[in-house]
């Protein structure tokens, strides 16, 4: 029981917040009521038969036309532009999932073009954004059940064999009608913090939703107001479900208003960045003291009153504006004057003297004189112009945005009143692209974080992506599941939403074209001079290249090509950069005066070097002559020493050899004295033994 009351009072709490809200807006939703029916021309009655002007409808078809022309296409884009090549890849991954999801379900076109109609007829536009996964049963052939789980488990009762697996997943955008959105009375959306919708529910759906059970409880009692008065035989009761979104509380609950009670709730279920699963609405007219819209009509509903006025009454005019008269009746010729007279064509008439006595023409007819009514049309005219002009001025709807143009304005002042146009169009334009980034920010969110990271590789056709770029895939999903990290890196956005002219287009890319042609020739110049700033440069031509969305494809090609551009220019740079033709003009005068001083300057140092080498020369002939002259007196001298000493010493063993042939001499000469002696004194006394012998024989 206590259960029971604490559900009631949470069932209670949001009722209230529905009731308020419901009380605040009755007159908002009678004032919507009353100008769809204008717009929709459903007003007259069988006893209404008057004119009138549907500027409403005019300026509604205008408006929508000036900012939905074309379906948004998805800008990801790294946040800071810098050489990321992960956030490069994780963002070219993302664009391409959104734009398969924007283009292919068609949901969001639809749920965008209605939102923006309900924001110019009735001053506020809502749609939602929510998951679907859809599932299908896993074949048997894809289960892995061994004995002992069969034995174990009976069938269908294994908590660990899945029996249904995902088929495909999807984030569709829903268009929430004017009726059906809802939120807590604030005054202005920053501080609301619950928001709800109403979902009409079949039988079917309840049961697949909350389960048999609880789907065979709700009573189907409800129906939207625009189908009460539709045929009851063959329609279709439905239940009244309120999805209802708590900031505060952080939890997402689905009430049934007529069971009081909670079919189902959970927690944070799409875990967004900003809690709600719908952007903030596509507001008209709005203040900072209630979110009640003001509709762009209810601005100007008291001149669309007075075209209705002025209409009517031109159409009086216009039908009162006809030749009207009589004629007298002796004459009944004239009666056929109008309706059977040609060009060039008479009419007899019998009588003529009777007819031409009563002056003719003149005095057989008289006609209704038509000017003051042709005056007044004129001055209806005028004041119809003048109202339309008030609301065109009211609107910011010019007749240059209409493609009225008067032949007398001079192009200059067409383009002032083209620029005041757009100055109040861009508005509009502006509110409306925030509103169609904030749902494709709302889809990116739920694809990155309750996408299968194979589901995304599928729809992004990454098997397409160059071979460089694949090998990132891995980094690039990883960032992508990262929220901090995504949202710090990749940066989400649209292109413009408004028709842009074939020709202006194609004069753009030449613009385009021709821009980075004649940058990087001026930057390929700077870097020959100053190979200290090509980082710079690349830096700038990148910058450059990522502000236009035709870059955005070839981005990774830019930044390779950068990258080899910077290492060819490093190496250029170590070069020394070949002068200009005035500069080496200049240089090969000043290289042939160089020449020639240097020729002149050789000839001279030549002739320098002879005279000296010829001095040298001759200094050296002296020297050598000198210090041969001196050799040889050295020489002579030397020899003259020599001979002298020769001589000296030829003297002394001459004189030795003198001496000692004397010594032998003398010796000799004694030997020889001695010799001669002794000689003489045998020859004695052998002539004295002779001399006796003879003696003694003659003695004998």
Same mark, same amino acid.
């Given at each position: ?40 021309? %459903? ?136 009726? %059906? ?114 509709? %762009? ?160 590789? $599928? ?15 891995? @980094? ?20 413009? $939403? ?8 194609? @004069? ?66 170590? @070069? ?47 020297? @050598? ?26 003297? $002394? ?48």
């Amino acid at each position: 029981m206590a259960e029971q009351l604490e559900i009631s009072s949470d069932v209670q709490y949001y009722l209230n917040h529905i009731s308020s809200y419901e009380r605040e807006f009755t007159k908002w939703e009678s004032r919507v009521t009353r100008i769809l029916k204008r717009y929709r021309d %459903d007003t007259r009655t069988s006893q209404d038969t008057g004119s009138r002007f549907n500027i409403l409808w005019s300026n509604v078809q205008i408006l929508k036309s000036a900012t939905f022309a074309r379906l948004p296409k998805p800008d990801v884009s790294r946040r800071f532009r810098d050489n990321d090549d992960v956030g490069r890849v994780a963002s070219l991954i993302l664009e391409r999932a959104l734009d398969y999801e924007i283009s292919h379900y068609t949901n969001y076109r639809e749920s965008l073009t209605s939102s923006i109609y309900d924001r110019f007829l009735g001053g506020r536009g809502t749609s939602w954004v929510r998951y679907e996964p859809k599932f299908k049963p896993m074949q048997t052939d894809d289960l892995q059940v061994t004995d002992d789980t069969e034995q174990e488990y009976e069938e269908g009762e294994n908590p660990d064999q899945p029996d249904e697996e995902l088929d495909y997943e999807c984030a569709p955008t829903d268009y929430v009608h004017w009726k %059906d959105f809802g939120h807590n009375v604030a005054r202005t959306w920053e501080e609301t913090s619950i928001v709800w919708r109403k979902v009409y529910m079949t039988r079917s759906m309840l049961i697949e939703r909350f389960g048999e059970e609880l789907g065979k409880k709700v009573p189907l009692d409800s129906q939207p107001d625009e189908m009460k008065n539709a045929t009851k035989e063959g329609v279709d009761k439905r239940a009244l479900v309120y999805e209802i979104w708590d900031k505060e509380k952080g939890i997402a609950i689905w009430l049934s208003k007529s069971s009081g009670e909670v079919l189902d709730e959970k927690d944070d279920p799409l875990e967004l960045e900003g809690f709600y699963p719908c952007p903030k609405p596509l507001f008209a007219t709005i203040t900072n003291e209630s979110l009640v819209p003001i509709p %762009d009509f209810a601005l100007y509903q008291d001149q669309a009153n007075s075209l209705d006025v002025l209409s009517d009454r031109i159409d009086g005019l216009v039908k009162a504006l006809q030749v009207k008269g009589v004629y007298d009746a002796g004459t009944p010729e004239l009666s056929r004057l109008f309706t059977e007279g040609e060009n060039n064509s008479l009419i007899p008439v019998k009588n003529w003297n009777a007819f031409a006595e009563k002056q003719g023409l003149k005095g057989a007819i008289d006609l209704v004189d038509i000017q003051p009514i042709a005056q007044a049309l004129i001055n209806a005219y005028q004041a119809f112009e003048q109202v339309k002009s008030q609301v065109y001025d009211i609107t910011g709807i010019s007749d240059i945005v209409r493609g009225q143009s008067v032949a007398s304005e001079t192009a200059t002042a067409q383009q002032i009143k083209g620029q005041y146009a757009s100055l109040r169009l861009k508005a509009y334009q502006d509110d409306v692209a925030r509103f169609a980034t904030h749902l494709i920010q709302l889809k990116a969110q739920i694809i990155c974080k309750h996408f299968d990271p194979q589901t995304i590789l $599928m729809i992004a056709a990454v098997d397409q992506l160059s071979d460089v770029d694949k090998q990132l895939v891995p @980094q690039a999903i990883e960032l992508l599941r990262n929220e901090p990290m995504r949202s710090f890196r990749i940066e989400i956005s649209t292109d413009s $939403m408004i028709n842009m002219d074939e020709a202006q287009e194609k @004069q753009d890319r030449v613009e385009f074209l021709g821009a980075v042609s004649g940058y990087l020739e001026k930057a390929v110049q700077a870097s020959q001079t100053a190979p200290q700033i090509v980082p710079l440069l690349l830096d700038l031509l990148k910058f450059g290249v990522t502000g236009y969305k035709v870059g955005k494809a070839i981005e990774g090609q830019i930044d390779q090509t950068a990258e080899m551009l910077k290492k060819e220019m490093e190496q250029k740079a170590q @070069q020394p950069p070949p002068p200009d033709p005035e500069q080496m003009k200049m240089q090969a005068q000043q290289q042939s005066e160089q020449m020639k001083q240097q020729a002149e300057n050789q000839r001279f140092q030549a002739q320098q070097q002879a005279e000296t080498q010829k001095h040298t020369l001759e200094m050296q002939q002296e020297q @050598q002559m000198a210090m041969f002259d001196a050799k040889i007196q050295a020489e002579a001298d030397q020899r003259k020493l020599d001979h002298e000493a020769m001589l000296h010493h030829q003297e $002394m063993m001459m004189t030795q050899m003198q001496e000692r042939w004397s010594q032998e001499q003398d010796a000799r000469l004694k030997i020889i004295l001695a010799e001669i002696s002794a000689n003489a004194t045998v020859n004695a006394a052998q002539i004295s033994a002779a001399n006796q012998a003879e003696q003694g024989a003659e003695n004998g």
